[in-house]
C-alpha cells in the first residue's frame, strides 16, 4: 500500500506540467511537546532543521517531499538527549496569498537515543499546520506531529516490536526561506 501511495505521489508530481515550476524551502524549527509511553509521559523540547522541496501547481496547490533532522532532549529522571529523523509526503494549499495549510505524511521516521545506543523506528506518523508567507522572504509556521514508534533497533533487539507503542505529540514554531 505504501509503494502504490508514493508510486502515485510521485507520478503526479512530476507528469504534471501545466502551470507549474518547482520550489524549495529550508526550515528550521523549535518542537515542544509529551513523549507517551504507556502510562508514563516526559516532556520533550529541542530544535530541527530541514528542507521541503516539490512542485506548485497554479501557484495553489503544492505537492512535494520532506526531510528533517534535529536533536530533542528527553526530560525524565535524568534527561535523554536524542536525535531524530523524518522522511515524508508534503502537500499543501494556498488558502490566501498570504496564509498556506499544509499536511506531511511521514514515510520513516526515528529516535536515535545518545544513552543507551536504543534506535526507535516508525512507519506512523504525521504532520499538519499553517504558513504565514506575506514575508518577503520567510515564512513562518505553526505545526502539529504525531509520531508513533513502533520497532527498536539496538545491539541486543533488532526490528523488535517495541510493546507499548510510544508517541510524540508536539508542537511546533517553524521558520521556513522561500525560493
Known amino acids: 500500500m505504501k509503494t502504490l501511495l508514493i508510486t502515485i505521489f510521485f507520478a503526479l508530481t512530476l507528469s504534471i506540467s501545466a502551470n507549474a515550476n518547482y520550489w524549495v524551502e529550508p526550515v528550521l524549527g523549535y518542537t515542544n511537546g509529551k513523549l507517551e509511553f504507556g502510562s508514563n509521559s516526559f516532556d520533550t523540547d529541542g530544535i530541527y532543521y530541514g528542507i521541503r522541496a516539490g512542485r506548485r501547481f497554479k501557484n495553489i496547490f503544492k505537492l512535494g517531499g520532506t526531510i528533517t ?14 536525535k531524530t529523523s523524518q522522511l515524508g509526503l508534503y502537500a499543501g494549499a494556498e488558502v490566501t496569498p498570504s496564509f498556506n495549510v499544509f499536511a506531511e505524511y511521514f ?3 526515528s529516535i536515535l537515543f545518545d544513552n543507551s545506543n536504543a534506535k526507535w523506528k516508525s512507519n506512523i506518523g504525521y504532520k499538519a499546520g499553517f504558513l504565514y508567507t506575506g514575508l518577503p522572504l520567510f515564512s513562518l509556521g505553526l505545526n502539529y506531529k504525531m509520531v508513533t ?31
Open 69 to 82: 533532522t534535529g536533536a530533542t532532549t528527553i526530560k525524565a529522571n535524568s534527561n535523554s538527549d536524542t
Open 107 to 109: 514515510l520513516a521516521s
Open 149 to 179: 514508534y513502533n520497532t527498536v533497533e539496538s545491539t541486543t533487539f533488532n526490528g523488535a516490536p517495541l510493546k507499548e507503542d510510544p508517541k510524540i505529540n508536539a508542537f511546533e514554531v517553524v521558520v521556513g526561506l522561500r525560493f
